[in-house]
């Protein structure tokens, strides 16, 4: 029933902080978005709108509660690594123990904390 990951949707009161974060220091593409009548941003890893932003004063009035982690498949492990150093943002390395899976976990100003994963990468 379920095909796979299509998009996470990320409440922030920085939108333009966070837009940067996405850009800068995980690589994605702010791109097209639907006109709709509140803000935010779309960004893209390729043709794919991977994450949604949405502007807000106050995420506390529309939040659906935590969410510990969101993963997303990445690829070329030692760029994203470097890229991480070059705009010394912190993150965590780990080696899934009996697997080829390599993930750096880090969070977006938003506090949100992102699982790259590299599947033998």
């Not at 893209?44 to 510990?68: C, K, M, R």
Request: proline share 7%; aromatic share 8%.
């Amino acid at each position: 029933m379920i095909a796979g990951l299509d998009h996470i949707n990320i409440e922030t009161t920085d939108l333009d902080g966070t837009i940067r974060f996405y850009e800068e220091v995980l690589g994605l593409r702010n791109g097209t978005r639907p006109p709709f009548t509140f803000p935010g941003a779309w960004l893209y890893s390729g043709e794919q709108a991977v994450v949604h932003l949405v502007g807000v004063d106050d995420p506390a009035g529309t939040s659906t509660g935590p969410i510990n982690h969101v993963a997303l498949l990445a690829n070329n492990f030692t760029a994203c690594k470097a890229r991480l150093d070059e705009q010394a943002q912190p993150y965590e390395q780990r080696m899934v123990p009996d697997s080829n899976l390599r993930q750096l976990f880090v969070n977006d100003p938003n506090g949100v904390r992102l699982e790259l994963n590299f599947h033998g990468d």
